[in-house]
C-alpha cells in the first residue's frame, strides 16, 4: 500500500491543468498494481513456496512498470510552458450566419461596420459588404447588372447586384413608417439613400423571366416582383456572398 500513497504524492504535486487527466490514470493504476500484488500473495501462499513468491513478485512489479511507463512516456509534458489557448470568440470572430441577430439602437448598431476606408459597411449578419453611399442615379435593369459588375468602391472591384433576398435582409420591420422614414435598422451607418424609387435586385420575376424583376423599397419595407426591367430604378452594390439570377 505504500505506492499507492507514492503515486498520490506524486499526484498532488501535479498543477491543477493536468491533475484530473494523466494525475486520475496513475491513481487508478496504482490501485491495479496494489491489486496485482495482493492476488500474487494470496495465490502464491496456498500454491507456491517461498522462492516461487519471490519470483512472483517481481514479474509482477515488472508488468506494473510496464504499465506505468507508457503512460508517461505519451502524457507529454506535466507542466506546459503556456497555458492553453482561450476557447471563448468575440464577436469580430465569429463568422457571419443568417440565424443570427444582432440588434441594433440610435447608440451603437453593433452589426454594421466600416470598411474600405468607409466606402463599405460589413453587414456581420449576413457577411455582405454593401456601398456606403449608393448611387443616386435611377436606371434600368440591364444597366443596373453592369454598372456593379464596373463599380470601383473603396478601391476594389467584384461588386454585384444584390438578389431580392439579400436587399430584404437590410429591412428593420420594426422601422416603417410612421415609426421611422427608412426601413433600416436604427443606428445604420449608411447615407445618400433614396426614398422615392425602389432599388434594383438581380431576382428576376419567375412569371415573366424576360420582362419584369424584383425590386426593394426601403422607404416602407415593400418588395414587388412586377416592375419592367425596362424602367428606372436605383441601385444598391454589393460584394461577397453567392448571388445571382440576373437572366
Known amino acids: 500500500m505504500d505506492l499507492t500513497i507514492y503515486f498520490e504524492e506524486i499526484v498532488r504535486n501535479f498543477s491543477s491543468y493536468h491533475k484530473y487527466t494523466p494525475g486520475s ?3 487508478e493504476k496504482s490501485r491495479e498494481f496494489v491489486g496485482l500484488l495482493i492476488k ?3 495465490e502464491v501462499q496456498a500454491m507456491c513456496k517461498k522462492e516461487s513468491y519471490v519470483v512472483s513478485v517481481a514479474i509482477v512489479m515488472a508488468i506494473a512498470v510496464m504499465m506505468f511507463f507508457p503512460l508517461t512516456g505519451t502524457a507529454g509534458s506535466l507542466d506546459p510552458g503556456t497555458a492553453p489557448a482561450p476557447t471563448m470568440k468575440t464577436l469580430d470572430q465569429i463568422p457571419p450566419t443568417w440565424d443570427q441577430t444582432l440588434q ?3 447608440t451603437a448598431c453593433p452589426r454594421f461596420q466600416l470598411v474600405l476606408g468607409g466606402a463599405g459597411v460589413l453587414d456581420k449578419e449576413t457577411g455582405l459588404v454593401w456601398e456606403q453611399a449608393p448611387s443616386q442615379a435611377s436606371t ?5 447588372l453592369a454598372a456593379c459588375q464596373n463599380k470601383n468602391v473603396g478601391n476594389r472591384k467584384g461588386w454585384r447586384l444584390p438578389t431580392v433576398e439579400e436587399l430584404a435582409s437590410l429591412l428593420d420591420p420594426t422601422m416603417v413608417p410612421p415609426q421611422a422614414n427608412l426601413a433600416l435598422p ?3 451607418p449608411f447615407t ?3 426614398t422615392s424609387f425602389g432599388y434594383w435586385s438581380s431576382t428576376t420575376n419567375a412569371a415573366f423571366p424576360d420582362t419584369s424583376a424584383w425590386i426593394v423599397f426601403i422607404a416602407d ?3 414587388a416582383a412586377t416592375f419592367v426591367k425596362t424602367g428606372n430604378r436605383l441601385v444598391w452594390c ?7 439570377d440576373g437572366k
Open 40 to 42: 500474487a500473495n494470496k
Open 238 to 244: 454589393v460584394r461577397g456572398g453567392q448571388g445571382y
Open 221 to 223: 419595407g415593400g418588395i
Open 192 to 194: 445618400v439613400l433614396q
Open 140 to 144: 434600368t435593369w440591364l444597366d443596373a
Open 186 to 188: 436604427s443606428g445604420h
Open 104 to 106: 441594433c439602437d440610435t
Open 25 to 27: 490514470e496513475l491513481r
